[in-house]
């Protein structure tokens, strides 16, 4: 086991995937030339071509649409959006083409692409620079939706959707990328749907995700200090969501707290909570807490900004309320 | 949104408590778990914490007020939060009105029995449910039909009175409340003796606790045929082990010889759970309990208490005594919990400092026996044919005879010297 990046992780499973498949190529907003934005793509440029790793003009939709014409003409594209954000741009060709042409055309074209993104604040990038809005995609029936919490999962995940022949989207979250884990040695890869217990307990389970996994597994530290086990499920895919291992956890604690940096409204917290009260009903005991950022647009101001997302506090706090 | 305090149930029998004191004013900040209130009851004066975190925006009910349980007393919210009570006009000291359902409140009032200007609509939430309703988590009402229990029986200790799963668990572990304890003291009463002035009699009135005590200890003797069995026990192994123990442990964490009997005990009730039981004569059966929640009785100014820890078969000894000093500090000091005196399952009486060989304590319906300990001294005994000085304690069990016969209680005696007179096997 190597313990490396979240950038090296993810690194790792381009490299890994495109030398093994000539099919998979890369294309993006300085991904090559200049080795990408967050420098996940160093080095791929001089060691695969042009061809394969390919610089785009400032355009997003052009990006997601060259994407899509050329998983459904055999190619498996991974196409790199600099930030989520800028998925907006090209939002017509995510939701009414990728997430849509395999059902509206019966079956006859398959799209095997991926659309790195890069989502979340705490960076001081501003309002429009800064936003999680995962939940918003996981909305669309025929788009995966993907955002892992460790460099293992990152890995494990990115080469199954590179190898999926569904279009999905893998969001990484930028303050992540230099978080260290364990990675397995050799080859392997992590099945999409489905959720893991990453901390196990019993007094309380915390769903979350993404950088989520981070702020709760600090919280569950400090928790543990006063005695308090809490149990992390990481949901590591919001669509498909694996409810399972949520629902296990919960029928043991009988109280949940449900992180995520995205805003509270319509977000993974109201999503999951429902859930839980459909199918868990009878083993609540305690109002479902949602921890989220504040409904504002993100501040650029570095206490403000702070202020409006999700922290270590706010999550014990948010313990103590459904104990 | 304003919330509704509401005076709890803090026990099975409890039906109304006296407001002593108001922790916290009008207009001042509470916090989630803070003291909110002081209320005695039959057993003790306990703390009522709040459920809410919030300004306290008005006290329903004056200082020295008895108020029957499930009546509002105070109302929680924000800062300059207005608060509309139909109750307001009402004499809070009766209770009942302010506990009336918000709709039916609203729907009954008349020009005679409400003040016009303060009608509006009533506080929005935290009135408690109508009669006959009850909080209760899903989780909560499932596990209570499950089991068959009425909630209404059950004390909700969640936000606004709501029963919530450890109020079930916490009413199953008590077969009926605990009460005040005949036993005797774990350390000296705190009243000092008051001087005898020659030919004048002096009238005490019974406080509460007293009269509580009176009344279960009165019942107990009438009605619950006792027998007792006493065991001579080897205790230089335990004070040696205890000697070894102290020496590592801070001033503060010091484990008393009472602690090692707790233990002891309740190690001993898990092979012996027919001891570790109450007898329900309306359906003719013996419950062995599920649970071992061992209790002690403290000596508290006014009468005494019995202090109880949960599970105690499967806590360690420095668990046992820290959780027994704390709650003793409590009863002491007039702020115990509810908790802490209720649900116990066997309880242990010890009077070792005050130099007792031994004595007979009165079993604490509905338990089925109570353990007697006198002191630990120094005599003569007999060992191999030879005078020797050897280190003893004897202790009396009193037993229920309608739950178990001499030999049962012997034998439970046997199964203590076995962890006492080895008391390595307490700590492992």
Same mark, same amino acid.
């Given at each position: 086991?190597?313990?490396?990046?979240?950038?090296?992780?993810?690194?790792?499973?381009?490299? +890994?995937?495109?030398?093994?498949?000539?099919?998979?190529?890369?294309?993006?907003?300085?991904?090559?030339?200049?080795?990408?934005?967050?420098?996940?793509?160093?080095?791929?440029?001089?060691?695969?071509?042009?061809?394969?790793?390919?610089?785009?003009?400032?355009?997003?939709?052009?990006?997601?649409?060259?994407?899509?014409?050329?998983?459904?003409?055999?190619?498996?594209?991974? %196409?790199?959006?600099?930030?989520?954000?800028?998925?907006?741009? !090209?939002?017509?060709?995510?939701?009414?083409?990728?997430?849509?042409?395999?059902?509206?055309?019966?079956?006859?074209?398959?799209?095997?692409?991926?659309?790195?993104?890069?989502?979340?604040?705490?960076?001081?990038?501003?309002?429009?620079?800064?936003?999680?809005?995962?939940?918003?995609?996981?909305? =669309?029936?025929?788009?995966?939706?993907?955002?892992?919490?460790?460099?293992?999962?990152?890995?494990?995940? &990115?080469?199954?959707?590179?190898?999926?022949?569904?279009?999905?989207?893998?969001?990484?979250?930028?303050?992540?990328?230099?978080?260290?884990?364990? /990675?397995?040695?050799?080859?392997?890869?992590?099945?999409?749907?489905?959720?893991?217990?990453?901390?196990?307990?019993?007094?309380?389970?915390?769903?979350?995700?993404?950088?989520?996994?981070?702020?709760?597994?600090?919280?569950?530290?400090?928790?543990?200090?006063?005695?308090?086990?809490?149990?992390?499920?990481?949901?590591?895919?919001?669509?498909?969501?694996?409810?399972?291992?949520?629902?296990?956890?919960?029928?043991?604690?009988?109280?949940?707290?449900?992180v995520e940096e995205g805003w509270r409204s319509f977000g993974v917290g109201s999503e999951v909570s429902a859930r839980i009260y459909e199918e868990a009903f009878d083993y609540v005991d305690a109002p479902i807490q949602r921890v989220a950022q504040?409904?504002?647009?993100?501040?650029?101001?570095?206490?403000?900004?702070?202020?409006?997302?999700?922290?270590?506090?706010?999550?014990?706090?948010?313990?103590?309320?459904?104990? | 949104?304003?919330?509704?305090?509401?005076?709890?149930?803090?026990?099975?029998?409890?039906?109304?408590?006296?407001?002593?004191?108001?922790?916290?004013?009008?207009?001042?900040?509470?916090?989630?778990? !803070?003291?909110?209130?002081?209320?005695?009851?039959?057993?003790?004066?306990?703390?009522?914490?709040?459920?809410?975190?919030?300004?306290? &925006?008005?006290?329903?009910?004056?200082?020295?007020? /008895?108020?029957?349980?499930?009546?509002?007393?105070?109302?929680?919210?924000?800062?300059?939060?207005?608060?509309?009570?139909?109750?307001?006009?009402?004499?809070?000291?009766?209770?009942?009105?302010?506990? @009336?359902?918000?709709?039916?409140?609203?729907?009954?009032?008349?020009?005679?029995?409400?003040?016009?200007?303060?009608?509006?609509?009533?506080?929005?939430?935290?009135?408690?449910?109508?009669?006959? +309703?009850?909080?209760?988590?899903?989780?909560?009402?499932?596990?209570?039909?499950?089991?068959?229990?009425?909630?209404?029986?059950?004390?909700?200790?969640?936000?606004?009175?709501?029963?919530?799963?450890?109020?079930?668990?916490? =009413?199953?572990?008590?077969?009926?409340?605990?009460? !005040?304890?005949?036993?005797?003291?774990?350390?000296?009463?705190?009243? %000092?003796?008051?001087?005898?002035?020659?030919?004048?009699?002096?009238?005490?009135?019974?406080?509460?606790?007293?009269?509580?005590?009176?009344?279960?200890?009165?019942?107990?003797?009438?009605?619950?045929?006792?027998?007792?069995?006493?065991?001579?026990?080897?205790?230089?192994?335990?004070?040696?082990?205890?000697? @070894?123990?102290?020496?590592?442990?801070?001033?503060?964490?010091?484990?008393?010889?009472?602690?090692?009997?707790?233990?002891a005990a309740a190690l001993a009730l898990l092979e012996y759970p027919n001891l570790n039981a109450s007898i329900d004569l309306q359906k003719e059966q013996v419950v062995q309990h599920g649970s071992i929640n061992v209790g002690v009785a403290v000596a508290v100014e006014s009468g005494l208490l019995t202090v109880?820890?949960?599970?105690?078969?499967?806590?360690?000894?420095?668990?046992?005594?820290?959780?027994?000093?704390?709650?003793?500090?409590?009863?002491?000091?007039?702020?115990?919990?509810?908790?802490?005196?209720?649900?116990?399952? =066997?309880?242990?009486?010890?009077?070792?400092?005050?130099?007792?060989?031994?004595?007979?304590?009165?079993?604490?319906?509905?338990?089925?026996?109570?353990?007697? /300990?006198?002191?630990?001294?120094?005599?003569?005994?007999?060992?191999?044919?030879?005078?020797?000085?050897?280190?003893?304690?004897?202790?009396?069990?009193?037993?229920?005879?309608?739950?178990?016969?001499?030999?049962?209680?012997?034998?439970?005696?046997?199964?203590?010297?076995?962890?006492?007179?080895?008391?390595?096997?307490?700590?492992?």
């Open positions: 086991m190597a313990r490396i990046t979240m950038r090296e992780a993810i690194s790792q499973a381009l490299w +890994e995937e495109m030398e093994r498949d000539p099919k998979v190529f890369i294309l993006g907003e300085e991904v090559g030339v200049w080795g990408g934005t967050y420098a996940v793509t160093k080095g791929f440029y001089d060691h695969f071509g042009g061809d394969r790793v390919r610089d785009t003009p400032i355009a997003e939709a052009v990006i997601i649409g060259a994407a899509i014409g050329s998983a459904m003409t055999g190619l498996r594209p991974i %196409a790199e959006l600099m930030t989520i954000n800028f998925a907006f741009s !090209a939002m017509d060709h995510i939701v009414n083409e990728s997430a849509k042409l395999h059902y509206m055309f019966a079956g006859q074209f398959l799209l095997p692409m991926v659309i790195r993104a890069v989502g979340g604040g705490g960076r001081q990038l501003g309002a429009t620079h800064s936003q999680t809005p995962d939940a918003i995609f996981a909305h =669309f029936p025929g788009l995966k939706v993907v955002a892992p919490g460790t460099p293992e999962d990152a890995k494990g995940l &990115l080469k199954s959707a590179i190898r999926s022949n569904d279009p999905i989207l893998f969001i990484e979250h930028a303050t992540l990328y230099q978080v260290r884990g364990e /990675v397995p040695d050799g080859e392997y890869t992590t099945p999409i749907g489905v959720s893991k217990v990453q901390r196990p307990g019993k007094d309380v389970t915390i769903v979350t995700y993404s950088k989520g996994l981070e702020i709760s597994t600090k919280a569950a530290d400090k928790l543990a200090g006063e005695g308090i086990e809490a149990e992390i499920v990481d949901l590591r895919s919001l669509r498909p969501l694996d409810m399972g291992p949520v629902l296990e956890s919960f029928k043991k604690t009988n109280r949940a707290v449900i504040k409904e504002v647009p993100l501040p650029y101001n570095r206490t403000l900004e702070q202020m409006a997302l999700p922290q270590v506090d706010d999550v014990i706090k948010a313990v103590k309320e459904v104990l | 949104m304003a919330e509704t305090v509401i005076m709890p149930k803090l026990g099975f029998d409890m039906a109304e408590g006296t407001l002593v004191r108001w922790v916290v004013n009008e207009g001042e900040n509470v916090a989630k778990g !803070a003291v909110l209130a002081e209320i005695e009851t039959d057993k003790a004066t306990v703390e009522v914490e709040s459920s809410y975190e919030g300004v306290v &925006l008005r006290h329903l009910v004056q200082q020295g007020t /008895v108020v029957p349980v499930n009546t509002p007393i105070a109302v929680i919210g924000a800062q300059g939060e207005k608060v509309e009570l139909q109750a307001e006009g009402a004499p809070a000291t009766q209770g009942a009105p302010a506990a @009336q359902p918000a709709k039916e409140a609203q729907a009954d009032v008349s020009p005679q029995t409400a003040p016009t200007a303060e009608l509006a609509k009533p506080v929005e939430a935290g009135i408690p449910a109508p009669a006959g +309703e009850v909080r209760a988590s899903p989780l909560a009402k499932k596990m209570a039909a499950d089991k068959k229990i009425d909630l209404r029986q059950v004390r909700g200790s969640g936000p606004g009175g709501r029963v919530v799963c450890k109020d079930i668990e916490m =009413f199953l572990s008590q077969p009926q409340p605990a009460a !005040a304890r005949p036993a005797a003291p774990v350390t000296a009463p705190m009243a %000092a003796p008051v001087a005898i002035t020659p030919g004048v009699d002096r009238q005490v009135p019974l406080t509460r606790l007293r009269a509580a005590i009176g009344r279960r200890m009165t019942e107990s003797v009438q009605q619950v045929p006792h027998f007792y069995v006493t065991h001579e026990y080897d205790m230089a192994a335990v004070m040696e082990l205890r000697k @070894q123990v102290n020496a590592l442990l801070p001033e503060e964490d010091k484990i008393s010889v009472n602690d090692f009997i707790v233990k109880v820890t949960r599970n105690t078969d499967q806590k360690p000894i420095r668990q046992i005594a820290a959780e027994t000093r704390g709650m003793v500090e409590r009863a002491r000091a007039g702020k115990v919990r509810t908790e802490d005196i209720e649900g116990s399952t =066997f309880t242990i009486s010890n009077l070792g400092m005050f130099d007792v060989d031994q004595f007979t304590a009165i079993i604490n319906p509905p338990e089925a026996a109570i353990l007697a /300990v006198g002191s630990v001294k120094q005599v003569p005994v007999v060992v191999d044919g030879e005078l020797r000085v050897g280190t003893r304690m004897k202790a009396t069990l009193s037993v229920d005879h309608r739950v178990s016969d001499g030999a049962e209680g012997a034998k439970f005696l046997q199964a203590l010297a076995k962890t006492l007179e080895s008391p390595l096997r307490l700590i492992l």
